[in-house]
């Protein structure tokens, strides 16, 4: 699946010879030789279809955000304890994620990202198989619980394991490492398939 969806989207989104991937997806299709010959690669912006600033408790819209946030460090997060951030993406479509939802737990101090995966029922031991394996520390604890009203797993991830993570990471960096994370993780299960 994921290799067809690379596939399609080099297909639609090549032009003059050219075409914007992530690193991840660059390495993906030149392993899967989906790149045709004489194709120039230039790296991919992260895109924002929507980002907004919420209140925890209530959800409520606090503000919506230009682009520019993306550039302040995560650690804003745990300086605003009251407040998530909501970013849809259609960079996520890719990989069949949903919007993603950043917020620091002040329970278990922790940075987490939470959204919505749209891999069948049948994936979820392969899911906690891969988080068991990348995520870096002993205390890893994550959600994973598939939701048969919505057709989706939703996931809780503390973001503190992921490999490379930094409170000093801008947003745009941490979107980037959920992305490259999960991305991985479709490309694992689809190869054990």
Not at 2 to 16: A, G
Not at 127 to 142: E, R, S, V
Not at 162 to 186: H, P, Q, T, V
Request: proline share 2%; charged share 30%; aromatic share 14%.
């Amino acid at each position: 699946m994921l290799k067809q969806q690379i596939e399609n989207y080099i297909e639609n989104h090549i032009s003059e010879n050219k075409i914007e991937l992530f690193d991840i997806e660059k390495e993906f299709a030149e392993k899967h030789q989906l790149l045709p010959n004489g194709v120039a690669v230039a790296e991919k912006a992260f895109h924002i279809d929507a980002l907004e600033r919420c209140n925890k408790e209530t959800e409520e819209l606090i503000s919506t955000e230009s682009t520019a946030f993306l550039q302040k460090p995560i650690s804003y997060l745990k300086e605003q304890a009251n407040e998530f951030v909501y970013v849809e993406s259609s960079n996520f479509e890719l990989i069949r994620m949903d919007a993603v939802a950043l917020e620091f737990d002040d329970v278990f101090e922790t940075y987490t990202a939470l959204f919505g995966l749209k891999l069948q029922k049948k994936f979820g031991e392969a899911i906690k198989t891969y988080l068991n394996t990348h995520l870096q520390g002993d205390n890893a604890k994550y959600s994973v619980m598939f939701s048969a009203e919505d057709g989706l797993w939703d996931v809780n991830v503390p973001l503190d394991y992921l490999e490379g993570f930094s409170e000093a990471k801008s947003f745009e960096e941490i979107y980037n490492m959920i992305y490259r994370f999960f991305f991985k993780l479709i490309e694992e299960i689809e190869e054990a398939q």
